[in-house]
Each structure stands twice: as C-alpha cells, then as structure tokens.
C-alpha cells in the first residue's frame, strides 16, 4: 500500500481520534497518489499510524477508514457492517428514516447515507468516496431490494441549493416527488429527490 507522510502536529491530531489529514509543509507523497488511493499514514520516522483514502488536491488530502495500518479498504464490508450495527432501526415498523452510514464513523470516509423509507440517498461529501460509489449503491441494493437509490454530489457546501442528483440505475429524476417516512411512529412527506 502507498504511504503519505504527515507532520508530527498531524500524527499528534491522529492520535487523538481526529480522522482527517490536511495538508501543511511537512506533508509528503501527494504527489505519487490517486483521488480515492487507499494509503498508509506514516510519520516523520516511518512510524504506521493509520489507513486512510487520499484526496491529493483537496483540503483535506487524506480521510481516515482504519486506525489500523495496511489495512484494505473494502466498500462493501464496510456497507454491511454499518448495516449490522442499526440492526434493531431496520425491523422497527415506527421508523424507517435514519442514517444508514455516518462516513468516518462507519469506515467509509467521504461518504453519508440517508434512509427515507423507500428510498436510499447516498451524499458523496468528498472526491476519494467517489471511486466507491458504485459499490456501496450495490450493496445498498442487496440489502433493500426495491429500494430506489439516489447518488447526491455534495462536495462543498451542504447548504447549497444546485447539488447534483441521480438515480443510481440511470432513470429519469423528479425532484418534487414525495415519499411518506415514518419516524417514531409519525408519517412525514419527504423530498429525498430534491437538492
């Protein structure tokens, strides 16, 4: 696996839980690296710290998915284990509007993933989840046959009001069509397909 070298402020933030790399003068081997290259981050001395996914052009140039080092990164492990983890969310008859994957939290950086119902909408909030996004929306598939998946490109600011939306299969979108959610037994019309 490829490395990217960062300053010993950004091994000290790693340490402490923090899972994003943005790069300073001490940063090195962005250069070597692909949008979305899983990479091994290493201190100033070689020492493995963690896994992560580059983003060598972004403000934050690397997103942790591992605290282990050499570790592979595998979209669709990760999509079935967050999956596992809300278990109890997915019998639930009085809610079916949650958060299927939480991005770092769930060890797919970049990415969130919001349930409404019958419909999946995936955020992708950063460049490196984007090689991955064909995984994680067969996953999501698998898991919730039927389901309609939407692909949400936000990269910049989630308030922005042009963000780009597609089905995941190709078809046609209507942004003002509604879904009926439910949670905690309440029933709301939503707009997952809408910016």
Not at 133 to 145: E, H, M, Q, Y
Request: aromatic fraction near 6%; charge should be neutral.
């Amino acid at each position: 696996m490829k490395t990217l070298q960062v300053s010993r402020a950004t091994a000290r933030f790693l340490a402490d839980g923090h899972p994003w790399v943005r790069p300073d003068r001490f940063t090195k081997g962005l250069e070597r690296l692909g949008v979305g290259d899983p990479v091994v981050l290493v201190d100033e001395h070689g020492a493995r710290l963690a896994s992560a996914l580059a983003d060598p052009q972004a403000e934050v140039c690397a997103r942790v998915y591992h605290r282990s080092p050499d570790r592979a990164f595998d979209a669709g492990a990760a999509v079935l284990r967050a999956w596992k983890r809300r278990d109890p969310l997915h019998t639930d008859p009085e809610t079916d509007c949650y958060r299927l994957i939480n991005g770092e939290a769930d060890f797919l950086p970049g990415l969130r993933v919001e349930r409404y119902a019958s419909t999946v909408v995936v955020l992708v909030l950063a460049s490196c989840a984007s090689p991955y996004v064909a995984t994680v929306c067969g996953s999501l598939r698998d898991l919730l046959p039927g389901a309609t998946v939407v692909v949400r490109e936000h990269r910049d600011d989630l308030r922005r009001e042009d963000v780009s939306s597609t089905l995941d299969s190709g078809a046609p979108i209507d942004p003002g069509a509604v879904v009926m959610g439910r949670e905690l037994g309440v029933a709301y019309p939503l707009r997952p397909y809408a910016g």
